[in-house]
């Protein structure tokens, strides 16, 4: 869609710049997405006034963004100064470019570039322009000076380029765009560089001629007098843009009177945030703390947001493999052997906390959460999150786990911290079909009396051998009383629950915790109800596991590892 001047005058726009803003498709009579050519194009072109922010790099671009700009402004000065270098192309073009890319990436809006001179003669320009379309620029500001620039507010009578020079710099930008939309913004500095009101009008007569989709007419006065007289005498001849950074004291409206299309902010965000990092440093030097600090600065939680952390979880589980996408609460609140918690203990060398973590690991699984309860001071392992269920003494196994119901979404595998299994149970946990599913152990059939508790689970039909046989039993029961033909054998604490498996999951613990049970509820309790409303199935295998109750349990497992 090709935007003229004129027609932004007098017909209706076709398309709905909220839509473009939002990357929504258009619903106007040409139904198709709007390009953010084609909303630069419109930002300033219309006749109603529009707004650029100034933005230096990705960050400062989507702030601008969630601010509800329509635009912004890639400002020379900022993006010089982000970098700590002075205004002067002392950052090379395509170092700029480089930041343009990251800006463009972290934002749907629309970018006009501060192109200062266009980095040379016309043919840097014709490159510049065909590089900033590739990377979605949707606009360049050319300025009539000389390379290599100097900011407009610094000393007087800067030299200007030559009218029919930076024409042609002009049209060498326009015959290089490679989206039609593409807008070329001609600054004129004659003010500025005090050459007076009548070159600078015609200085921005030759430009527009020469094919300039608008002028920006800068003034560094602190009254707004000789930017309403250019538009006064310019009479809407095309559409104007200013920056108002030193008569900002004058009403928006006046502009808007005058007729001015567009509004550039051109440094706020780089100098306000320059003012909040002098004041947060100066205080965190002189307190030695963060304490007065914290809470009056962005929380890291809220920089997750901005760069749309979701979406990458959201990705992981789309492209991930099964494993890698899943989250493992390990359950280890309760007792101690030797006054350690059983988790800690040391197995030839690593913590079964360690080992188990280890397993998840090499199943794919990074992401561990684990509930401390009993001597929680010694359980602070590398690479998991904590969960702490402080009264772990008067509460048991579904009370910890509810501590971490935060993390109870998507792929889920609880596990009591005191068990050693070997890998390939895990595996074959994962791979096992259904919504949820525990780890039972056939040989826990032959179990005799040996004065501990053990988890029994009792399926629908007994387990199969037969090589054909692939749906797993469903649970039919668990819990130490439970015998039998249909007895599969010992749940090892270890279960998975898929997505759906979760949520129901969820729904049960709050059921439990409605019911006033959640403080005593332990795992065979939360699975036999599980089992009551929905399908559990079970992965049998043999041995290859235990669990370290008592210190005999552990010299067995010191020979297991
Ligand atoms: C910039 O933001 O780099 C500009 C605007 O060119 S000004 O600093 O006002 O010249
Ligand atoms: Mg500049």
Redesign the pocket.
């Known amino acids: 869609m090709k935007f003229s001047y004129e027609a932004a005058v007098t017909d209706t726009p076709e398309i709905s710049l909220s839509a473009a803003v939002s990357g929504e498709k258009s619903v106007g009579p040409m139904a198709r997405p709007v390009s953010r050519f084609a909303t630069l194009r419109e930002v300033l072109t219309s006749q109603t006034l529009s707004f650029l922010m ?1 933005s230096h790099n990705g960050m400062s671009a989507k702030i601008a963004e969630e601010a509800g700009f329509q635009a912004i ?1 890639a ?6 100064a982000s970098m700590g270098l002075r ?1 002067s192309n002392e950052a090379s073009w395509t170092q700029v470019l480089e930041v343009l890319e990251y800006m463009a990436d972290a934002v749907k809006v629309p970018i006009l570039v ?1 192109g ?1 001179t266009g980095y040379g003669n016309f043919n840097s320009v014709r490159r510049l322009v065909r590089k900033l379309g590739e990377r979605g620029i949707a606009g360049v ?1 050319i ?1 009539d000076k000389l390379f290599p620039k100097t ?3 610094i000393g007087e009578g800067q030299p200007l380029a030559d009218i029919e020079e930076f024409c042609g710099r002009i049209r060498a930008a326009k015959d290089s765009q490679i989206n039609d939309d593409f807008c070329v913004v001609a ?1 004129v500095e004659a003010l ?1 560089s005090g050459r007076g009101m009548d070159e600078a009008l015609r200085r921005a007569e030759a430009y527009h001629a020469a094919g300039a989709d608008s002028i920006l007419i ?1 003034s ?1 006065l602190a009254s707004p007098n000789e930017i309403l007289e250019f538009t006064e005498r310019w009479g809407r001849r095309s559409p104007l843009v200013i ?1 108002p ?2 008569y900002y004291a004058t009403p928006t409206d006046a502009f808007r009177r005058a007729g001015v299309n567009a509004i ?1 902010w ?2 706020h965000l780089m100098r306000s945030s320059i003012t909040a990092m002098r004041e947060t440093a100066a205080r965190i030097r002189e307190d030695e703390s963060l304490m007065e600090v914290e809470g009056r600065v962005t929380s890291v939680k809220d920089i997750f947001r901005i760069t749309a952390n979701d979406e990458l979880e959201a990705a992981e589980r789309r492209y991930l493999p099964a494993g890698a996408q899943s989250r493992a609460i390990i359950l280890a609140a309760s007792g101690g052997i030797d006054g350690q918690p059983k988790c800690m203990v040391d197995i030839r060398g690593k913590s079964l906390l360690r080992r188990q973590m280890d397993a998840f690991g090499a199943a794919g699984i990074r992401q561990v959460g684990i509930v401390r309860g009993y001597g929680k001071a010694a359980v602070t392992p590398v690479g998991a999150e904590l969960f702490d269920n402080d009264r772990f003494d008067d509460t048991n196994e579904v009370y910890s786990l509810a501590t971490a119901h935060e993390r109870l979404q998507g792929e889920v595998l609880v596990s009591y911290g005191d068990v050693l299994f070997r890998n390939y149970i895990l595996t074959g946990l994962l791979s096992t079909p259904g919504d949820i599913v525990i780890a039972v152990d056939s040989l826990g059939r032959f179990v005799g009396e040996d004065g501990r508790v053990h988890d029994f689970v009792a399926g629908d039909r007994a387990p199969s051998a037969d090589y054909l046989e692939e749906t797993p039993p469903d649970l039919v029961s668990i819990g130490p009383d439970v015998k039998g033909e249909r007895l599969a054998g010992e749940w090892i604490g270890l279960v998975r629950f898929s997505p759906v498996g979760t949520e129901w999951l969820r729904e049960e613990i709050e059921l439990l915790r409605a019911e006033g049970l959640i403080e005593t509820a332990d795992m065979p309790v939360l699975l036999s109800r599980l089992a009551a409303r929905h399908p559990v199935k079970l992965y049998v295998f043999s041995g290859h596991w235990l669990d370290v109750d008592t210190a005999p349990d552990l010299a067995e497992a010191r020979n297991f590892a």
Do not use: P, Q, Y
């Not at 400002?75 to 010089?80: A, D, F, R, V």
């Open positions: 100034e402004w400002s020379g000065l900022t993006i010089s205004d501060d200062d500001c300025e900011n407009s507010f600054r500025i800068h560094k920056v950074t030193m550039i051109a440094n």
